[in-house]
């Protein structure tokens, strides 16, 4: 079975704290990517990664950025978090065409006060 | 029971009975689709995908139909159980990127099934 984590089930952050969120995938997929899901808005994606080093924008990149040194591993970081950055934020990996379905992390709920 | 779309978000089905999941999705050019199953407080779950060649699918007690006429995709689940109850997503593929591909989701339906 795919298996993709997270590190952190609950985060609790002050505003203006940079925060890590790590994802790891043990499937050796070649794609990464991070969303965000709120209430009434359904999942909106925030980066994407096709190869390590690579990264792309993907709707809402605005307040933060990843990195991806490892194939395994994808990092998104918020550099000075706000309020509005209160969350959840789910991982997910696939492989590249024809078998792309994406499959999810558990889920990252930040609370940013 | 069926739901038409987002404006019912909510969908309660009698426990035994099956269960009709709508979406409407965006793009006339999306080519790959996917059912997903979220229960709450955990990720979305991967429960059946349909490529745009294929006008139905089946699995296990779920079935997805695609229209590509009218743009529209649904999700049957046969014999509806309790551990159904959660949120259902459909997802469509809008383009590929540098060997990735991007997926929009729609904002979901909640199923809710009553004993």
């Known amino acids: 079975d795919v298996k993709v984590t997270q590190s952190s089930r609950y985060l609790v952050k002050r505003t203006g704290e940079k925060v890590f969120l790590e994802c790891v995938q043990d499937m050796d997929h070649e794609n990464m990517f991070w969303y965000r899901q709120d209430p009434g808005l359904g999942l909106r994606l925030i980066y994407f990664s096709y190869d390590v080093k690579m990264k792309e924008k993907g709707d809402i990149p605005e307040g933060y950025s990843v990195s991806r040194e490892k194939k395994e591993r994808f990092s998104l970081i918020l550099e000075s978090a706000s309020t509005n950055q209160t969350s959840m934020y789910l991982c997910?990996?696939?492989?590249?065409?024809?078998?792309?379905?994406?499959?999810f992390g558990p889920g990252t709920r930040l609370l940013v006060l | 029971g069926e739901n038409v779309g987002l404006h019912l978000p909510t969908l309660s089905v009698q426990e035994g009975d099956n269960s009709i999941i709508n979406c409407a999705y965006s793009?006339?050019?999306?080519?790959?689709f996917i059912w997903y199953k979220q229960e709450s407080g955990k990720g979305p779950q991967f429960i059946i995908d349909i490529r745009s060649n294929m006008d139905k699918r089946q699995g296990q007690r779920v079935t997805v139909l695609l229209n590509k006429t009218v743009k529209h995709l649904s999700l049957q689940i046969a014999a509806t159980q309790p551990g159904d109850s959660a949120v259902y997503f459909c997802?469509?593929?809008?383009?590929?990127?540098?060997?990735?591909?991007?997926?929009?989701f729609g904002t979901g339906t909640q199923l809710k099934v009553e004993l």
């Open positions: 997802a469509e593929r809008v383009g590929v990127t540098g060997g990735g591909n991007k997926l929009t």
């Open positions: 997910a990996s696939s492989s590249p065409f024809p078998k792309e379905t994406q499959y």
């Open positions: 793009n006339s050019a999306s080519d790959y």
